[in-house]
C-alpha cells in the first residue's frame, strides 16, 4: 500500500469515526444527565406529610433566627402607695425607660403552607421556635436614684434599684400571609403581613432591692400586634432551598404591673420592711426577628 493511499483510508476513517460519535453523543449524554426540575424529596415520614397536606403544599426553612428587641417606653408610674411610702416616694409618673438585651438568637424553623390557587406564590407561614427569655431593665433617674432618700428629713438608706428589674418567657405566635414573586426562577424574594399574639409566661422580678423580702406579683399584658416581612428563597440544588427572612413585630402598649413591693429602709430601724405599693410600665414591643435557614417542600 502506498504512502497515499494510507493517507486517504486513515482520512476517511476518522471521518466515519467522528460521524458516529456525532450520532451517539446526545443518546449517551442525554441518559447521563439527570432533569431535576421534578425532584421531590423522599424522606422517612415525607410521603405521610404528602398524603395529610397534598403534594407541593407544605415546606419549611429550619435555622436560627437574631432576635432585637427594642422597647419604646411609654410610661413608668407609682401608685397605690402605702402611706408610710407616700411620705418618702412622690406617686405617679417617674422619670427613665425600660429596655431589654438586644442579643437573642435561637433555633427556629418557618414553618409554611402554600395556598391553591394563583400560581403557587400564596402561601401562610409561621415562626416556631422554643420561648426566647426576655430580660427587662431599666435607665435614668429611676434606676440611678433611690425612690426614697428622706422620710421626714431622715435618711431612709434605701439604695438605688440598679438596672436589672425581671425576666419573662415569650411565646408570641406568629402567622402572615405571604406573596412570593418570579415563580419559575430559583431566586424567589417575597412580602407578607400578618398577626401576632403576645403571650408571657414565667414572669417574674429579679431585682435584688425588690425581692429582699419576698418576690413581687408581676403581670405583664397579652395582647395582639402586627407582623410586617420580607425575604427571598434561593435554590442551592434540586429540591432544596435556602432562607432570608426579616420580621417586623410590633405589639403595642404592653401594660405590665408590679404589686404587692416590700423594701428594706436601714435608716429607719422601727420598721423591718416598707410596703412601697404598685408600678406600672407601659412601652412599644418592637421586635426585628432575622432568620436564616435551610429546606425543602414536600
Wanted: some cysteine.
Amino acid at each position: 500500500m502506498s504512502d497515499k493511499t494510507f493517507c486517504v483510508t486513515s482520512l476517511v476513517r476518522l471521518v466515519a469515526a467522528t460521524l458516529l460519535l456525532s450520532v451517539a453523543a446526545p443518546s449517551v449524554m442525554a441518559r447521563e444527565v439527570r432533569d431535576y426540575r421534578n425532584d421531590r424529596p423522599e424522606y422517612p415520614g415525607t410521603n405521610l406529610v404528602r398524603r395529610i397536606f397534598g403534594e407541593n403544599r407544605l415546606y419549611f426553612r429550619a435555622g436560627a433566627t437574631y432576635l432585637y428587641p427594642d422597647l419604646n417606653t411609654r410610661s413608668i408610674e407609682l401608685k397605690n402607695l402605702s402611706n408610710i411610702a407616700e411620705v418618702a416616694v412622690e406617686p405617679g409618673p417617674q422619670n427613665g425607660e425600660a429596655f431589654s438585651d438586644p442579643s437573642l438568637l435561637f433555633p427556629s424553623a418557618i414553618i409554611g403552607y402554600i395556598l391553591p390557587w394563583g400560581d403557587g406564590g400564596w402561601s401562610v407561614e409561621t415562626l416556631a421556635a422554643l420561648p426566647p427569655t426576655l430580660s427587662l431593665k431599666i435607665k435614668g433617674e429611676i434606676a440611678d436614684v433611690p425612690l426614697a432618700e428622706e422620710a421626714q428629713g431622715i435618711p431612709t438608706g434605701v439604695p438605688p434599684l440598679g438596672s436589672r428589674v425581671a425576666e419573662t418567657k415569650v411565646l408570641p405566635p406568629i402567622v402572615t400571609l405571604v406573596k412570593r414573586f418570579r415563580m419559575h426562577s430559583d431566586f424567589r424574594p417575597y412580602a407578607g403581613l400578618g398577626l401576632t399574639y403576645l403571650y408571657t409566661y414565667d414572669s417574674k422580678v429579679t431585682n435584688p432591692v425588690l425581692t429582699e423580702f419576698g418576690r413581687p406579683d408581676l403581670d405583664i399584658e397579652n395582647k395582639f400586634g402586627w407582623v410586617a416581612q420580607v425575604g427571598f428563597d434561593y435554590k442551592i440544588y434540586r429540591y432544596w432551598w435556602a432562607n432570608l427572612d426579616v420580621k417586623y413585630v410590633s405589639v403595642p402598649k404592653v401594660r405590665a404591673t408590679m404589686e404587692n413591693t416590700f423594701i428594706s429602709a436601714p435608716g429607719l430601724p422601727q420598721f423591718q420592711f416598707v410596703e412601697v405599693g404598685d408600678a406600672e410600665f407601659v412601652a412599644d414591643l418592637n421586635n426585628i426577628a432575622v432568620h436564616v435557614g435551610l429546606g425543602f417542600t414536600f
